[in-house]
């Protein structure tokens, strides 16, 4: 069933997008403001994926870019569009609707401004069902859509157009280039295909999760309710079934480079409890990879490792973390299309360079 | 009038398009062999500029990246004409002829290899009259053709095209970023125009210059006359009308590093004369920018810088210089159209960030 989002929406869903972006997807603030300004009183059309005609076509858009950049550096607002029509005219056809490519504070909104400005509906689905670093780390590339040719959008007009055929780790090795070199953020459309491709190889519904997911936050907070419990309710009928409470303590180190276009770095909670002495390690590349304690793998990727406050439930980004905030990190199931043996090739532990084999956060340590 | 030109002519093109190269445009050798394996006992057809139809349709054809890297990194020879046929699919435009955009061992023969692959002409002429390091640098541009759209083709078939409208260092910035990360070189297609355009913008004859240039140096060696005497004959009745003997000597250092997709450095000279006891400098990026001698300017971009064997008269890169060759460096004055303000602020001193002002050659210190 389609429905309307419209602005009112966009604090409950830039905060449940945040937190499925798992540290990653860009600063939700940003995002937001972005979608009101071109929203004003209007709405947005949201399709469910089973509705779509199989022979629509539908072109994801989204930024890339280091989080850290994206914090600096505001887009204009008409690059995402910019790099739709790129894409369209370079491919001779008009999109029948745009998608997320991820769930993250920036890029399950920038669908909304591309949306808001052409009149065309989003699809309540993306490629990733959380945030990854890598333009090929999608569900789309694993059910054998190709993310070529890729259009890319700069701040002054800049429209870049890569086809790498079937190889997307190299598409993404040439974009994140362009993007560096466009001020490190640029904005794209790529992963072109048809209802029946969406339906194939999408995570399916994660707006209207995310929606749901921040309402459930805000809600338990103004009733004071336990936001922790009221994440791990909402999910309970979703795909993403298992939610896990991996530690709780304070951020006592963070350590943050930006390096080839990423934010890599780790995140130390140190227990507030007397029989806990150890520190649980948090290592990220824009979006948080692994979970260790004591050496052992609480959670690891694909599955989501989120750090929210310890009172409000406000999930935190990888750039957000300071010293000193008291935080509980949670472990998050991902749905089962993206842990079988070719997903994880695309975005489990060794596409990380991680030695760790993946394990479900709910068997897990 | 048009040509034919066969792969008896490449060893002479090869040397005099090195010579204009001014120490970069690339091994002469690669070049060649690239050209001789696809033209076999075939011709190209060359067309003079003035013979061109208004409404002929032309797209250069060219490598890029550091000539460090190309030495390394021989191309698969597809990708000059892949990157053709990119441009032609975006702009939904058949070239009627190809051209090269410098003059230089390897960028003189790049058009030929897409003219024996394709059947197409190579129209006598090119945009910088000389080579110089960077895209934005041509008399093209200075006379107000774009370089947009460009298409950009890889060696596992990568396609990437990149349209910045009217802003050609920004193309430069962006193509130079995806030459880069395709491994340090990439072929292009670029400032396509009418043969209107060319008669314009273009600096003429200067495939057919090179060739008697190469012919000329190999003849008068092989009768035992000066070289040297023979390049400035040869010239004095072409736009380079000056041809100056700047110093004579040992190389005695060479300082060369690849930064930023581009080789820079300096060669020192050493005279063998008792009554000189200075040095000669010789600055380059990719092509010999300044000769400095007791800190005065001998010669100085756009004017050509260019080192020749001692006995031979054989033109070497800067990549091939080597500590201990004996060495004549010559002063070549450039066309008057590379020389007007508006071309030396494309491709003069102040683009290299050189701090001293143009000197023509024939009157300089």
Chains 1, 2 share one sequence.
Not at 170 to 182: D, H, S, T, Y
Not at 202 to 231: Q, Y
């Amino acid at each position: 069933m389609s429905w309307q989002l419209s602005a009112g929406d966009l604090p409950d869903l830039a905060r449940g997008a945040t937190l499925l972006g798992t540290g990653g997807g860009g600063d939700p603030h940003i995002g937001r403001m972005l979608v009101e300004r071109v929203l004003g009183g209007g709405t947005v059309t949201v399709l469910d994926p089973d509705d779509l005609d199989d022979d629509m076509f539908v072109i994801p858009t989204a930024q890339m870019g280091a989080p850290t950049v994206m914090i600096e550096k505001v887009p204009a607002g008409t690059e995402p569009t910019l790099a739709l029509r790129t894409l369209e005219e370079h491919l001779g056809r008009t999109a029948d609707a745009t998608m997320p490519i991820e769930c993250g504070g920036i890029n399950s909104m920038i669908p909304l401004i591309v949306a808001a400005e052409t009149g065309l509906p989003v699809v309540d689905a993306d490629g990733m069902g959380r945030a990854f670093p890598e333009l090929s780390m999608e569900t789309f590339a694993v059910y054998g859509v190709h993310g070529s040719p890729l259009a890319l959008a700069g701040e002054r007009g800049e429209q870049v157009i890569i086809d790498t055929g079937t190889d997307n780790q190299q598409m993404e090795w040439l974009a994140r280039g362009n993007a560096i070199r466009l001020g490190g953020v640029g904005h794209i459309a790529e992963y072109s295909m048809t209802g029946a491709d969406v339906k194939r190889t999408a995570v399916p519904r994660t707006i209207s999760m995310a929606l749901a997911v921040g309402r459930a936050i805000r809600e338990a907070r103004e009733a004071n309710r336990s936001p922790f419990e009221a994440i791990a309710a909402t999910l309970s009928t979703t795909l993403y079934r298992h939610v896990r409470e991996l530690f709780v303590g304070k951020i006592t180190d963070v350590e943050r480079r930006t390096t080839e276009g990423f934010a890599r770095g780790r995140a130390v909670v140190s227990s507030s409890e007397p029989d806990e002495t150890d520190d649980l390690e948090i290592s990220f590349q824009n979006e948080n990879l692994v979970a260790r304690l004591r050496g052992n793998v609480l959670a690891i990727v694909p599955d989501l490792i989120c750090v929210v406050d310890i009172e409000s439930g406000e999930p935190i980004t990888t750039e957000g973390l300071r010293y000193g905030q008291r935080v509980r990190v949670l472990g998050i199931s991902t749905p089962d299309m993206m842990r079988t043996a070719t997903a994880l090739d695309a975005f489990g532990p060794v596409a990380f360079g991680l030695g760790e084999p993946f394990v479900p956060v709910e068997s897990g340590g």
